[in-house]
Nanobody, 127 residues
């Protein structure tokens, strides 16, 4: 059972990336899934999630309009498309699966914690 993230890289400001996260040993469809990031010297924060209950997507205020989360049930893979990258987006990005997620006061929250975490993929935004 694992989540394997990929797609990070070094990008100039204004550029785009699409992160992927492949699940093995379990079905993403049965979970709420999401992406987190941890910038140097900062706590890990949720940036986006898809609720298992109704498929609704949620975004942290800091990324609304630039990040798009999606899921491919056939490939058992989740994605995070990031546009108009900014230097403050530099972080290690993690994918995860849990029971339930939502957005409260602009912050992504997973109720009842996470069941699975993937290894991170580094995104560096710099000119």
């Amino acid at each position: 059972v694992q989540l394997q993230a990929s797609g990070g890289g070094f990008v100039q400001p204004g550029g785009s990336l699409k992160l992927s996260c492949v699940a093995s040993g379990f079905r993403l469809d049965y979970y709420s899934i999401g992406w987190f990031r941890q910038a140097p010297g900062k706590e890990r924060e949720g940036v986006s999630c898809i609720a298992q209950s109704d498929g609704r997507t949620y975004y942290a205020d800091s990324v609304k309009g630039r990040f798009t989360i999606s899921r491919d049930s056939v490939k058992n893979t989740m994605y995070l498309e990031i546009n108009n990258l900014k230097p403050e987006d530099t972080a290690v990005f993690y994918c995860a699966a849990g029971v339930a997620c939502t957005e409260r006061l602009g912050i992504i929250e997973f109720d009842y914690g996470m069941d699975y975490w993937g290894e991170g993929t580094q995104v560096t935004v710099s000119s």
